[in-house]
């Protein structure tokens, strides 16, 4: 079946750095409705630091394990707030779920590996479905990945179909209460707005549908 390389992986990432990097004050001004206003701004820095570090020719990735590794590694130590450690998570249990030394994966894999790094977040943070976080994009995004996987579908059918499936969850904050992090405090008054976190999730699987389905 179709593999994915490891250089199309390197350009999901760049893409992904770059996604947040433009949409940096979107991603504040949703963090100022329900939160403490620094979203964008702690994205930002882990994604300028990810850039440095997946382009230094000087220390190049040479496989798909340490590819996530290295982004996992340069979230945990350089984004303040609960998204560094989570984000941090995904890409960790992500690079647990390859085997070492692969430079190629297939679409099964891709899916088993966000699988992992979804269980990865679920652990640290504790949020489950419908508690309005970055959960609610990613979970459905990774069902609909593995569905797709499994049916045979090639990896840009498959990948559209994920996007879509983050974007309904990403929407579907809008209209839940959180339970989990800061915009728990809010109660009641969270509901109405956009969860800043599974937006910043909803980039992973845009720019992943725009990169890797070609
Ligand atoms: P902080 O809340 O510490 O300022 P950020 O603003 O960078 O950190 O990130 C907030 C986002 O983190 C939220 O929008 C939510 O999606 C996500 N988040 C917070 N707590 C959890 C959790 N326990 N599990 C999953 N995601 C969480
Ligand atoms: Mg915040
Ligand atoms: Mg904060």
Request: net charge neutral; proline share 3%.
């Amino acid at each position: 079946s179709q593999e994915i390389t490891l250089a199309q992986l390197r350009r999901w990432l760049l893409a992904f750095t770059d996604r947040i990097i433009q949409q940096e004050l979107y991603l504040t001004e949703l963090d100022a409705a329900i939160g403490d206003a620094d979203h964008g701004t702690n994205m930002r820095r882990g994604m300028d630091k990810v850039r440095q570090r997946i382009t230094d020719e000087n220390a190049p990735c040479p496989d798909v394990s340490t590819l996530f590794r290295t982004v996992a590694m340069t979230l945990i130590s350089s984004v303040g707030g609960a998204a560094g450690p989570l984000y941090g998570a995904f890409f960790l249990r992500a690079a647990r779920g390859t085997n070492n030394g692969a430079k190629s994966i297939t679409l099964l894999q891709l899916a088993q590996m966000f699988r992992h790094g979804l269980e990865g977040v679920q652990q640290r943070g504790k949020a489950q479905l419908d508690e309005k976080t970055m959960i609610d994009t990613i979970y459905p995004a990774v069902e609909a990945l593995e569905q797709a996987a499994q049916a045979g579908k090639s990896v840009a059918d498959a990948l559209a179909l994920a996007r879509e499936a983050a974007e309904a969850g990403m929407k579907h904050t809008i209209v839940l209460q959180a339970s989990k992090g800061r915009a728990s405090y809010l109660g009641p008054r969270s509901i109405g707005h956009q969860d800043p976190g599974a937006t910043s999730a909803y980039y992973l699987f845009e720019t992943a549908a725009e990169t890797l389905g070609q």
